[in-house]
């Protein structure tokens, strides 16, 4: 599996941005997506989640209500849509893949559970 970030870049707060996750040599049916943040300094955040069968969503209470998950199959693309952007959102952003189906209880946002990881894209909120 390979996974290509793209779309980040720098926007004023309050701006919003859609992220987008590109995936190769696996159907995307059948992969589990997640993305993640890692700000300079900090530990690598879990934001958010998308299932492989159903497509249920998870988010981080961190990113409720202005981050959203979606994915098309039919393009092996996953985005990430960031709205009313922060300064603390600022951070590399990448996406992680597990290959088959999840259970309620799984770790959804823990990077440990996934396999498979496509480098970063830069998201800067600065005016």
């Known amino acids: 599996v390979q996974l290509q970030a793209s779309g980040g870049g720098l926007v004023q707060p309050g701006g919003s941005l859609t992220l987008s996750c590109a995936a190769s040599?696996?159907?995307?049916?059948?992969?589990?997506i997640g993305w993640f943040r890692q700000a300079p300094g900090k530990e690598r955040e879990g934001v958010s989640c998308i299932s492989s069968e159903g497509g249920s969503t998870h988010y981080a209470d961190s990113v409720k209500g202005r981050f959203t998950i979606s994915r098309d199959n039919a393009k092996n693309t996953v985005y990430l849509e960031i709205d009313s952007l922060k300064a603390e959102d600022t951070a590399l952003y990448y996406c992680?893949?597990?290959?088959?189906?999840?259970?309620?209880?799984?770790?959804?946002?823990?990077?440990?559970?996934?396999?498979?990881w496509g480098q970063g894209t830069q998201v800067t909120v600065s005016s």
């Open positions: 992680a893949a597990f290959i088959g189906a999840v259970v309620p209880g799984w770790p959804f946002l823990s990077a440990g559970a996934y396999d498979y």
């Open positions: 040599g696996y159907t995307l049916d059948y992969l589990t």
